[in-house]
């Protein structure tokens, strides 16, 4: 347990590291990973700023995941470069990743679901009072702290004491954001976080993704479904077999680009002449190979 009496990790990292808008928090250049033979991650550049969401799109085995895990501190990159405030780091710990500010909420959520909201907000850091060796929890701060983190995210809950796998899936994720944003995130790494949600409690989620984003963090939104990136995005990375396909700002791509790289459209544009000859398939819609070229940050780029 720890005291945490007077708020937020966030105020510490604040006061020293001051905020530069046009210095990215935290940054991979030409990053790759490597397990043994198997190159997971190769030649990935990427950009995170505060005050902006930058959503990193791909399918399944694109290499989303290895991505989290190195920034999140899981596992280390084994080539290129990563950097945080500007300076190369290497973490040997997700603590190492936390005390710098970056925060990773996973499908999961890491909540204990027969818990009242109240603990789980304050899991692992709770609030305590009184002297060694007799110390307690001090239960009403961390009721009253919850409460007012929440509301400021405009999150209302009528009892703080229900548990919070009572909740829906698009609440749950709206707390564990609260809660990382009140333990002094910097960077908020979301892991397809509307990924089993439907389409209202996605929207919920999408809104305080923004309301993290208001707060001058810079958020990683990772997930497959590009409408929903598109909503809040500021920047769209779309990872391809380990690579990145996609290295894009909002003006420089439309929805429907955006989708067609999501959903592989190159390989259909490829394929266009072959399948017009199936019978039943309409290739009409797709686009042409040549339609789909989109700005793809270099090294140099990244830099910059």
């Not at 060796?133 to 509301?151: G, S």
């Not at 990136?229 to 077999?241: I, N």
């Not at 999501?262 to 190979?289: C, F, I, N, T, Y």
Request: overall charge negative; glycine content about 10%; hydrophobic content about 40%.
């Amino acid at each position: 347990m720890t005291d945490n009496g007077t708020g937020t990790h966030g105020a510490v990292l604040q006061d020293t590291v001051p905020e530069d808008e046009d210095r990215p928090i935290v940054e991979l250049r030409n990053a790759g990973k490597a397990y043994g033979n198997i190159r997971a991650l190769h030649g990935v550049s990427l950009q995170v700023r505060p005050s902006q969401v930058t959503c990193v799109l791909g399918d399944n085995g694109a290499g989303k995941s290895t991505l989290i895990k190195i920034v999140s501190g899981l596992h280390q990159h084994t080539e290129g470069e990563f950097l945080v405030d500007g300076a190369p780091v290497r973490f040997s710990t997700p603590r190492d990743a936390l005390d710098k500010g970056i925060a990773t909420v996973y499908q999961d959520l890491a909540t204990v679901p027969l818990m009242p909201v109240w603990r789980n907000f304050f899991l692992g850091s709770e609030m305590t009072k009184g002297p060694w060796p007799v110390r307690r929890l001090d239960i009403e701060k961390m009721k009253k702290t919850a409460d007012e983190e929440l509301r400021n995210m405009g999150i209302v809950l009528d009892n703080l004491e229900q548990p919070i796998g009572t909740l829906s899936g698009g609440q749950r994720q709206c707390v564990a954001i609260a809660r990382a944003v009140y333990f002094g995130a910097r960077v908020l790494i979301l892991d397809e976080p509307t990924a089993a949600l439907g389409v209202k409690q996605s929207g919920v989620v999408l809104k305080y993704i923004a309301a993290a984003r208001d707060r001058g963090l810079g958020v990683i939104f990772i997930t497959h479904n590009p409408h929903h990136a598109y909503m809040v995005g500021d920047h769209f990375s779309v990872l391809r077999l380990g690579t990145m396909e996609l290295s894009a700002e909002r003006s420089q791509i439309t929805l429907e680009e955006l989708t067609n790289h999501m959903a592989g459209g190159a390989e259909l544009a490829a394929l266009k002449h072959e399948l017009s000859q199936v019978r039943g398939v309409d290739v009409e819609e797709l686009p042409e190979e040549k339609d789909l070229t989109a700005p793809v940050a270099t090294a140099g780029e990244a830099a910059s």
